[in-house]
């Protein structure tokens, strides 16, 4: 039989999401749960697929079950396509697997054309409905379809509504709509050179391409990569009757959530315009009316609106974000999903179904998304500084956090200040899809226009960026790049804060203070602990870092740079000496300097860390980030060291290196200079020794030995510290136990772990070197080049940031089992960034790592990643 492409809304159900997108499933969902939609069928995501393949061709075969659909969808709404007397139209949406909101277009009112327009017009005697529907219909279908620009409608409306002398849409009669129907034909037909296409059969099959097309267009692309969704999934076409909102006042359409997205408030919230189709309510031109309203409006409606909500969310036992139509007084679902939210109604939403019985603790943790946690981590307006500023206005608080910085008047802007490291604010009128990449550059996003479903709001919630919407006391001149508030102009030089939870803006910059994990936040917290096996530690290399990683619930120091401990001002001489020095005596003499600093550095670590574990990684500088540079700084460290600034800047050139990263680092170091190894070696058990004195802490230091590629580099390394910690230990007649062990991060060690893991006694793995190591490209560089790859579909991920399983995590699986067959309780964890990288996390718990470490602000998305990880795949 013929592979099916195309099901009938009655066919499917809501398991079906890969094959018929998100919003397809739930429609045929919502079909068999006999809520009322209006009916149709749903294009597969493997027919996009398909087109792709064929080289971006729809296939005759799709067509031709469109087609026959088509009949079917006939018969059940005994309607025609293109019949002049009972005309049928449609909608044709998108739905890919993962919501996209505002990456991928819709077209309204298809069907029409000069004959069923008519009709309609006859049909429901509001011929002003009939052309509304045909101008909407001839503009999206242009726009979206056909690429002619849709600000050249606009600027047709705007004209004759200025001649009318009116301001508003619905203020146009049929007459005005039918002319200006005349004029977008021939506005097309100028852009286009063609006349406008009448035939819907053709209107349909443009428009499922059309669909299939956005799926590839720029802005997708760049939504997928953030959230990412992989290009193979393709995205699915929902053909479905058209029901209007706009047929006068007793239609309607509008949006809902079953709680609040933004609080997390267990409220039907939600707003709607009466006399209106879709995009009017999210494009922000008209501000809706709350949905509160619709109980006085129409309290039958309101009634059964209500009925409908609480089923859905019982059904899908999560909150649901639904759009609905009024036609003439009846109700209609249009569409239904798992509704975006902001990170603190996520939290509250999760602990709330729990405790409403309606989730398992299990199931509740699979609700929020990790990378949401971030925006709860950063920091929000510091209480005086707020209590002592005024607004200069109010907007709507569409997504929460603070922001400050200046004002960016463009995407485009926005993206270029903030990549050269200013931090901006977004100011628009309203926000359009093409503004994605300034709205992720940008530290907060302000609009003019626009309401708590508006573009902007819906983006910067699911972005977790501060968001103030719709505040129309701004007057914003685009094109002079000036806000003017209350008679005050703010420019590109001016700072602005925003605070997403009140909607409140200041004309000024405002101090931020660091966030705490408590309420909602906590609860959801200690059940991820409860559930997760895998441990989570950070990298931390100060007593500060270390503090707040084990606030935000951090079980020991996976990775402590000592490098990092050698950038103070107050150090780096001693360091550089240590560098440049020609004999072991010179050499030492920088060493004796550094030691007590060490000390005390890992003395701070044991006493915040208490009897956690920490993980000590001796030096791996690349050498040129501590080498002095100018010669001011050569002639003062000649002057220190006593030697002539020639003789300096000699040993300085002979020390360049080409490639730093694969230079003299790691523990090539100590094979050349052992004082190095030792001097580190004596700090961390000195340190281990004084913290046990003075607070009775048992610290089990854990030395770690970086960049070791061949198992006779890491026993000489080892034999160093052994020897220089038996000493230590004698000297000071007390019993210490420590662990040497190594980082995994050049292949040749993964490859050989079975021989490594004889001297290892933990490995952890440096998946950023790994990384840097497999693939062959510079981690320092690759970010130049990167781009090229993404744009050509080479890779779709940074693999930086997101571990590649396939490729590096075959060398951290394969290191791993091998390390566990010699040493059968070897430790294992993981510290490059990957260990908070959520998909990552779930990787080293699926192949039985004991802990990943990461920075500490990404220690509750590790927490929360690893139980998300056994829920799903237990161990
Ligand atoms: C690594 O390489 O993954 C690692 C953690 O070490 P560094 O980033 O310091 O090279
Ligand atoms: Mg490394």
Redesign the pocket.
């Known amino acids: 039989m013929d592979k099916k492409f195309v099901y009938l809304f009655s066919e499917g159900n809501a398991s079906m999401k890969n094959l018929l997108g998100g919003k397809g499933a739930n429609l045929a969902e919502m079909t068999s749960l006999g809520i009322p939609v209006p009916q149709g069928f749903t294009v597969t995501t493997e027919a996009c697929n398909k087109y792709y393949e064929d080289g971006k061709v729809i296939a005759q075969e799709v067509i031709n079950q469109i087609e026959s659909k088509m009949k079917e969808l006939e018969n059940i709404t005994g309607k025609e396509f293109g019949n002049v007397e009972k005309p049928l139209l449609v909608s044709v949406r998108s739905g890919a697997r993962a919501s996209m909101p505002g990456m991928m277009d819709t077209i309204l009112n298809l069907g029409l054309n000069d004959d069923t327009v008519e009709a309609m017009a006859k049909l429901t005697g509001n011929p002003r409905f009939a052309y509304d529907s045909y101008r909407r219909f001839i503009q999206m279908f242009a726009d979206v379809v056909m690429g002619v620009e849709k600000r050249l409608f606009e600027d047709l409306m705007d004209k004759m509504k200025e001649e009318k002398g009116v301001h508003l849409d619905t203020d146009l009669d049929a007459d005005d709509l039918k002319k200006l129907v005349g004029q977008f034909m021939e506005l097309y037909k100028k852009e286009k050179g063609e006349d406008f296409p009448t035939d819907p059969k053709m209107q349909l099959i443009e428009s499922v391409t059309a669909v299939f097309r956005s799926w590839d267009n720029p802005r997708a692309n760049v939504y997928r990569r953030l959230n990412d969704i992989p290009s193979s999934w393709g995205t699915a076409v929902n053909v479905q009757e058209m029901v209007f909102g706009n047929k006068g006042e007793t239609s309607g359409t509008g949006v809902a959530f079953s709680r609040n997205p933004a609080t997390g408030e267990n409220k039907v919230y939600g707003e709607y315009l009466m006399n209106a189709q879709g995009e009017d309510v999210v494009a922000g031109i008209r501000t809706p009316q709350p949905i509160d309203h619709l109980e006085e409006q129409m309290p039958e409606i309101y009634k059964q609106f209500v009925d409908i909500v609480n089923t859905l969310e019982k059904h899908y036992k999560d909150m649901q974000d639904m759009e609905f139509t009024i036609e003439d007084g009846k109700l209609y679902f249009l569409q239904t999903r798992n509704g975006k939210r902001t990170a603190q109604a996520a939290l509250k939403i999760a602990v709330d179904l729990v405790e409403e019985g309606m989730n398992t603790k299990e199931e509740a943790i699979l609700k929020v998304d990790p990378k949401q946690l971030d925006t709860l981590l950063h920091p929000a307006f510091d209480q005086e500084g707020l209590d002592n500023a005024t607004p200069i206005a109010k907007g709507l608080p569409a997504s929460p956090g603070a922001a400050c910085g200046k004002i960016a008047f463009t995407a485009e802007e926005a993206k270029d200040r903030a990549a050269a490291g200013e931090k901006v604010v977004l100011v628009r009128l309203e926000t359009s899809p093409e503004d994605i990449e300034g709205m992720v550059a940008a530290e907060g996003i302000l609009t003019v226009r626009g309401g708590m479903t508006s573009h902007a709001a819906v983006v910067a919630r699911g972005m977790g960026t501060c968001c103030v919407a719709g505040c129309g006391e701004l007057k914003v001149d685009e094109v002079n790049k000036t806000v003017t508030v209350n008679g005050k102009t703010y420019t590109s030089n001016d700072y602005l804060s925003l605070d997403g939870s009140t909607g409140n803006v200041y004309g000024e910059a405002l101090n931020t203070v660091a966030p705490e994990i408590s309420g909602h936040f906590e609860t959801l917290m200690n059940w991820a602990d409860e559930i997760r096996a895998l441990k989570v530690r950070a990298n931390a290399d100060s007593p500060r870092d270390a503090k707040q990683a084990v606030e935000f619930g951090a079980e020991g120091i996976g990775?402590c740079?000592t490098e990092h401990m050698f950038f103070a001002e107050d150090r780096i001489a001693a360091v550089r000496e240590m560098i440049v020095s020609k004999s072991e005596e010179q050499r030492r003499k920088a060493l004796d300097k550094i030691l007590p600093m060490q000390r005390e550095d890992f003395i701070g670590l044991y006493e915040t860390m208490e009897e956690r574990p920490v993980t000590i990684r001796f030096l791996?500088p690349p050498l040129h980030e501590f080498l002095p540079q100018i010669d001011e700084e050569i002639k003062a460290l000649a002057k220190e060291m006593g030697l002539t600034f020639e003789e300096l800047k000699a040993t300085i050139e002979s020390l360049h290196e080409f490639n730093p990263m694969m230079g003299h680092r790691g523990c090539r170091l100590a094979v050349s200079y052992p004082e190095i190894a030792e001097m580190q070696t004596r700090a961390v058990i000195e340190a281990a020794i004084q913290v046990k004195n003075n607070k009775g802490f048992n610290i089990v230091p854990e030395i770690m030995i970086?960049l070791v590629g061949e198992i006779k580099e890491l026993k000489y390394v080892k034999d160093i510290v052994v020897a220089t910690a038996k000493k230590v230990i004698e000297e000071n007649g007390v019993e210490l136990d420590y662990q040497v062990g190594t980082?995994i991060?050049i292949p040749r060690a993964a490859l050989l772990a079975d021989e490594i893991a004889k001297e290892a006694e933990f490995f952890s793995f440096?998946?950023?070197?790994?990384t840097q190591m497999t693939f062959g490209f510079s981690r320092d560089d690759a970010g130049k080049f990167l781009q090229d790859y993404y744009e050509k579909k080479i890779y779709e991920q940074d693999p930086f940031a997101k571990l590649d399983q396939s490729g590096v995590g075959q060398l951290v699986q394969m290191a791993a089992e091998k390390g566990k067959a010699t040493r059968a309780n070897i430790k294992l964890g993981i510290?490059?960034?990957h260990g908070g990288d959520p998909s990552s996390v779930e990787f080293c718990h699926n192949i039985g790592l004991n802990y990943v470490s990461c920075s500490p602000f990404r220690v509750p998305l590790a927490r929360l990643a690893a139980a998300q990880a056994q829920v799903k795949n237990k161990r």
């Open positions: 990775l740079r791996d970086p980082m991060e440096g998946t950023n070197d790994l510290c490059g960034e």
